[in-house]
């Protein structure tokens, strides 16, 4: 009985180099096939001889197929020999399609998820085990987007029109068609599968004014993950870190279709999603906000740090001790968490209150908080990164010697950071006679660890503070 997609399969030749880092150069590579057809093997000792083999053999496969194949081998390959950029039009990369496949937290086994998406099982220095690998990672794709055709066909439909928008789209057509059955849709068809998947999960306007812009090409790729998000959003899955370097603009999607507050009284998402009060109810019970104390309107400072915050302000909060400041960074964590999965860090000089607040969560039925510090055994420290790494934390409470740590920066860098909060805000001026000096490194990580893009915005929160502060 023939394998499931084999015809597909075979009609492809999977490629994995070896590259010196340093110098850029293939010193090792392998090209195999689904099939009987012996493996293309080669070192650097012989390595023009492999690469005849290879325009040779590979001239009638139709697909060349490898993970991170467009980024790295196929650029690599065609610098080396341009006459293969004639041979292989039409890449299919598995990197590019596995959030799309598996979107949802546990991931693809044979992919790691987090960092740069790397294959799971990958050996090294041995890449025709990785080339071959790459078939079973296509293969089980495959039937995750088939699975995904029968039970959502408006989303597979929506991702066979814009992974085909952009750069080498063949491959990707190919494959999809292998899925559906069908060409890709056009324009009108697309968009209306897009806005049907889209209604009830973002904003109605900006969900327009997204679709307004589907005529870019450039919009293809960063869209599908988007929406790919969008469809398992609200559980503990994440985008890929290497899908926000590599895509940017797919986190501002996200980001513009539901945590952008339309101020329109007729949106339904708007009003339940981005309200303050109704973000209280949901995950705390309550009806109002504390009504005391209030701002210089007369509106509870409760709710108006919250709702300052859930619009992506930075703020500066200063309320009484007992009057519920917890509450100014939990609600727009969580919030965010919802809508983006991005990370609240919340930064607090003692440890006892850090776990306070993580237990008082877990007493209302919170359990997406996780704090990092020197109290926790190895194994409980491993846990809780890994919480944050794959997604499955809204906040994560750490002190600020913690910054220093490259476990915790490491696992920072593979989480979208939606919300720094510095808690017992005073202590960046002073501490008492224990003023710790890792309190000033806090600003310049934050501003290093944006790289380019802008900051997140920060929400210092304290019960007194002077001026310096």
């Known amino acids: ?20 880092p ?10 195999v096939r689904d099939d009987a057809r012996p493996s293309i093997l080669a ?5 023009e001889a492999a690469l005849d083999r290879l325009e040779a053999e590979s001239a009638a496969a139709e697909h060349l197929l490898g993970h991170n194949i467009i980024r790295h081998d196929l650029p690599h390959l065609v610098a080396l020999r341009p006459g293969l950029a004639n041979i292989f039009r039409s890449p299919i990369d598995t990197l590019w399609l596995n959030p799309l496949a598996f979107p949802r937290n546990p991931y693809h086994h044979l992919v790691k998820h987090y960092h740069d998406g790397r294959l799971q099982a990958g050996h090294v220095n041995d890449p025709e085990m990785d080339a071959r690998l790459v078939f ?13 055709n029968a039970d959502q066909p408006d989303a597979v439909a929506a991702f066979h029109f814009l992974t085909t928008r952009m750069e080498h789209p063949a491959g990707f057509d190919a494959v999809f068609q292998e899925v559906r059955g069908a060409p890709a849709p056009g324009p009108l068809a697309a968009r209306e599968a897009i806005s049907r998947l889209l209604a009830g999960r973002a904003c109605g306007r900006r969900v327009e004014q997204t679709l307004s812009r589907l005529s870019n090409p450039l919009l293809g790729w960063p869209m599908a993950y988007a929406l790919s998000w969008i469809l398992v959003a609200g559980g503990d899955s994440v985008m890929p870190p290497w899908v926000r370097a590599q895509f940017r603009e797919a986190a501002l999607i996200v980001r513009h279709l539901r945590d952008t507050n339309c101020e329109s009284p007729d949106c339904a998402w708007c009003g339940e999603k981005n309200d303050p009060v109704r973000a ?10 504390r009504a005391q104390p209030v701002d210089d309107m007369g509106r509870p400072l409760q709710e108006r740090i919250v709702d300052e915050a859930m ?3 930075s703020v500066l ?6 009057t519920g400041k917890s509450v100014c960074y939990q609600i727009p964590a969580l919030s965010k968490f919802d809508k983006t999965g991005a990370l609240t860090v919340v930064i607090s000089p003692l440890v006892a209150l850090m776990a306070d607040q993580v237990q008082g969560m877990a007493r209302a039925g919170i359990s997406s908080a996780v704090t990092v510090n020197g109290m926790l055994s ?3 420290r491993q846990d809780a990164l890994d919480r944050v790494r794959m997604g499955e934390a809204a906040m994560l409470l750490i002190s600020p010697e913690q910054l220093r740590s490259n476990s915790v920066r490491s696992v920072l860098a593979q989480r979208e950071i939606g919300l720094w909060v510095l808690d017992e805000a005073h202590c960046v001026s002073k501490w008492g006679h224990d003023f710790r000096p890792d309190c000033r490194y806090i600003s310049r990580f934050i501003k290093e660890s944006a790289g380019d893009e802008a900051a997140a915005p920060v929400l210092c929160l304290t019960a007194t503070a002077k001026p310096e502060v």
Do not use: H
Not at 1 to 20: K, N
Not at 22 to 28: G, H, L, Q, V
Not at 43 to 47: C, Q, S, W
């Open 311 to 313: 619009r992506g302000a």
């Open 378 to 380: 190895m194994p409980e």
């Open 136 to 148: 079973q990672v296509l293969r089980n794709q495959l039937a995750a987007l088939t699975q995904q």
């Open 22 to 31: 340093a110098t850029a150069t293939i010193f090792a590579f392998a090209a």
């Open 317 to 322: 909060g200063i309320l009484p001790t007992g």
């Open 280 to 289: 209280l109810s949901r995950w705390f019970g309550f009806n109002a906000f």
């Open 1 to 20: 009985m023939t394998e499931p997609f084999q015809p597909f399969l075979e009609r492809c030749v999977s490629v994995d180099l070896e590259v010196d």
């Open 43 to 47: 070192k650097k000792r012989d390595l």
